[in-house]
């Protein structure tokens, strides 16, 4: 029996995807996963699993931000597959990979012919910056969502190319839309994907009007399901939410065209990850990249790549809509990432770019279409380099994913490797030293935590981890100092005054521990911490007075 040629090609799509994978399978929890996955008790019972509905991704006492019921869902039924194991955690990621890479093949050979989808799920399935989506296993939502997003764009575009949308399509795509958004928020950006869609690759049979015309039930559908979904977030994270929402400390107080220019910067980051990712890492924070308040050579780089892109997608609209259609998704799928909307808790991560990928991934099978219009009429010998080169590129896929994959063992391993991959970055430096102080290193951790602070001496989450290990180790003198300035620039953050009440108890200034405590208290931020501390405060004063003063009686009898 001979398999057809759409079949074969779906076959080696997975083998591919599982390739650049499957060296992952032995990992265990590293980076979000030991907070989100192993400490989570949300997620490791299935007793009440209805109740992820209303609970925030992260827990409470690490920010209690972010939602994806959905995701969280399918962790707390792969902890009860494994009873914790993260074995089927990985082996969930890895064979949610290929569904996803399969699913990518189904939109692209609507749009490309045969061969030319083949190469580009092919690269998209040994894509090396996919490798932190899929070996860390907090990137399902990744996989989650962008599995939903590229189910919804198949079922548009073969809709399309059939006709009108049906009932049953629009019903199908708003359901994928309604999942995507509960494995990740990012997934929103699904009608304007459509949206250009529409505008670029489906057939002009009709005049635009009339086509939009076509769609727009499905896309205000769509759109009250983001409205409903922005509510019943906003409503979660209303009741769960701890700390304030992270963002990135590099964006605070600045204004916002210097964040503009520094995320035109990191075009040229984008564009390497994205076309040549030969170097990776699970951390860009200062000072690998650095906060660009006037123009530079990258920003104008970053600009003149950009302003590029938006000519060819307009000048190719006509002659080539799917390279066009390539852009805007490209666009679309970057503009959360971007920070030029919202600013985010990063300024870029090789999972953010995953959907990304997918769009770039169907630009070069498009360029691929003009390099060799038609494979099956070239020679034998450029036959040959052409499916030479191709393996070439495919075998280089294979193993930089396949050798990267172990990096996300654990947080030893990632920490100690993310070191060497930036050593230019304080969050590397202090992500290590935690490592290094949950090994007992103490000396080692502080020196690390002494280059991060000269690195970057702006993040108060540095502030605070320092403080904190000070005050573990204890040297509260060290730690009241740090708690001080936290306090001073951060009066309404409730760890840091913590943090100074319980260190000045230590030391036994119980006058001062109590004024800062007080304070607290009129600022209107959370008050049980600081009651409580104020009670032990009392009670260490008492207990000390009346040692001091067992102490001094028999000196008094005499």
């Known amino acids: 029996m001979r398999l057809r040629p759409d079949v074969i090609a779906v076959i080696s799509i997975v083998l591919l995807a599982i390739a650049a994978s499957a060296t992952g399978i032995t990992n265990g929890f590293a980076f979000d996963d030991v907070y989100i996955i192993e400490k989570n008790k949300a997620i490791q019972s299935l007793a009440r699993w209805w109740e992820l509905a209303v609970g925030s991704y992260w827990p409470p006492e690490r920010g209690g931000d972010l939602y994806r019921p959905l995701t969280m869902l399918s962790f707390a039924l792969q902890w009860a597959a494994g009873g914790g194991s993260p074995l089927p955690f990985h082996i969930t ?192 924070s200062p000072r690998y990249i650095e906060l660009v308040t006037s123009p530079n050579i990258d920003m104008i780089a970053g600009t003149l790549i950009v302003v590029g892109l938006i000519v060819v997608a307009i000048r190719a609209r006509n002659s080539a809509p ?101 050593p230019e970055s304080y969050r590397a430096r202090m992500a290590y030293a935690g490592v290094l102080f949950e090994r007992g290193k103490k000396v080692e951790g502080f020196k690390q935590l002494d280059i991060a602070n000269n690195l970057y001496p702006d993040d108060p989450a540095l502030l605070e981890f320092a403080a904190e290990q000070y005050a573990i180790a204890g040297r509260c003198s060290v730690a009241v100092r740090l708690y001080k300035q936290l306090v001073e620039r951060y009066p309404i953050h409730l760890n840091s005054r913590i943090g100074l009440v319980g260190c000045l108890t230590v030391l036994r200034d119980h006058a001062t521990a109590r004024s800062v405590a007080r304070a607290g208290l009129t ?36």
């Open 93 to 284: 990621s890895i064979l949610l990979y290929a569904v996803v890479c399969v699913a990518f093949y189904r939109v692209v050979v609507v749009l490309l012919p045969l061969p030319a989808a083949w190469l580009a799920a092919a690269l998209f399935a040994v894509h090396p910056v996919h490798v932190e989506s899929v070996g860390n296993v907090v990137g399902q939502a990744e996989l989650w969502a962008a599995l939903f997003m590229l189910l919804a764009l198949g079922a548009f575009l073969r809709a399309r190319m059939r006709g009108d949308l049906s009932v049953k399509d629009a019903g199908l795509i708003a359901l994928f839309y309604v999942l995507g958004l509960l494995s990740k928020e990012h997934s929103i950006v699904l009608p304007a994907v459509l949206l250009a869609a529409e505008l670029t690759v489906t057939p002009r049979t009709f005049p635009l009007r009339n086509r939009l015309k076509g769609i727009r039930p499905t896309l205000l559908l769509m759109i009250a399901i983001a409205l409903v979904f922005y509510v019943g977030r906003a409503a979660v994270l209303a009741q769960t939410r701890g700390i304030p929402p992270d963002t990135t400390s590099l964006f605070v107080n600045q204004p916002y065209w210097f964040r503009a220019m520094t995320m035109l910067a990191v075009v040229l980051e984008w564009v390497r990850l994205l076309l040549w990712p030969a170097r990776l890492s699970a951390d860009y």
């Open 322 to 422: 799917v390279l066009t259609f390539g852009i805007l998704w490209l666009a679309i799928s970057m503009a959360i990432p971007s920070n030029l909307i919202i600013p985010t808790g990063f300024l870029l991560a090789e999972r953010t770019l995953f959907v990304a990928s997918a769009a770039a991934m169907l630009c070069v099978g498009w360029v691929a279409t003009k390099l060799v219009p038609d494979f099956t009429k070239l020679a034998e010998v450029p036959r040959r380099v052409t499916l030479t080169a191709i393996a070439g590129v495919l075998l280089m896929g294979v193993v930089a994913s396949a050798m990267r994959q172990p990096v996300w063992r654990d947080n030893e391993t990632l920490f100690t490797r993310t070191v060497e991959d930036v």
């Open 523 to 558: 600022l209107g931020i959370p008050q049980t911490g600081l009651r409580q501390l104020l009670r032990i405060n009392d009670s260490v004063e008492t207990a000390e007075r009346m040692q001091r003063a067992k102490g001094a009686a028999p000196a008094a009898g005499n």
